[in-house]
């Protein structure tokens, strides 16, 4: 099993709402990653897990909060989000995150904030 | 930053022939990766070279990579109308001097493949 998977594909929220993004990977894999992309640009680190642990957080404003439970899954909790917060959120994860290891994707949620 | 400069910016072709992208970076690096997004889904990684290496194959791509130039190219033959997506290349590189690191993305190079 090669997948990363992300739920929800679409989520619609107001500004003052408070929702997660999951992500699940069932290939062993250590280190998990957001991203962040906005319409027509590359995507943009937000938060590295390897072992469980944060180890990067690129700094992301507090409304956004990693969180992960075991190394399966990857979840980001969202809370009092802007509109310009308006993104495809991508989770990808790697075998390690040693550099040389390639990075698996899910398919992103497309999130709008209203 | 790392993040590498692509180019062209967009490229549009005929079923069949070559598209050849380029993608230039500033300072070293472990190993350039590149991935194929399409649109408005995640993406999917083709191709890992490492800092060693010049040139890799994987079915109809072919990579290059000199590390005195801190430039790489991304060719795909004979393509397809299957092939239209956006390319991204992503030197990764030691945070902190560390034996970790991270991708930063390229700006990408949308490929339009006509029927």
């Known amino acids: 099993d090669t997948e990363v998977t992300q739920t929800p594909k679409h989520l619609v929220m107001g500004m003052t709402n408070k929702k997660s993004l999951k992500c699940e990977q069932h290939?062993?894999?250590?280190?998990m990653y957001w991203y962040k992309q906005k319409a027509k640009k590359p995507p943009e680190l937000m938060f590295v897990y390897s072992y469980e642990k944060l180890s990067i957080n690129e700094s992301v404003p507090s409304r956004f909060s990693p969180e992960c439970p075991n190394s399966s899954l990857l979840n980001l909790h969202l809370h009092a989000l802007q509109p310009e917060d308006s993104a495809l959120y991508l989770c990808?994860?790697?075998?390690?995150?040693?550099?040389?290891?390639?990075?698996?994707f899910g398919p992103g949620t497309r999130l709008t904030v209203t | 930053s790392q993040q590498g400069e692509e180019d062209p910016q967009a490229l549009s072709i005929q079923e069949g022939e070559n598209a050849t992208m380029n993608c230039s970076y500033k300072t070293s690096i472990n190993n350039l990766q590149w991935y194929r997004q399409n649109s408005g889904r995640g993406l999917v990684h083709l191709i890992l070279?490492?800092?060693?290496?010049r040139e890799k194959h994987s079915g109809r791509l072919r990579v290059t990579l000199d590390t005195s130039k801190k430039s790489s190219s991304l060719l795909i033959t004979a393509s397809r109308a299957a092939d239209t997506a956006s390319y991204f290349c992503?030197?990764?590189?030691?945070?902190?001097?560390?034996?970790?690191?991270?991708?930063?993305f390229g700006q990408g190079t949308i490929l339009t493949v006509h029927p």
């Open positions: 070279i490492r800092s060693n290496e």
């Open positions: 990808a994860s790697s075998q390690d995150r040693v550099l040389g290891y390639e990075q698996y």
């Open positions: 992503a030197p990764a590189s030691n945070a902190g001097g560390t034996s970790y690191g991270k991708l930063t």
């Open positions: 290939m062993g894999h250590r280190a």
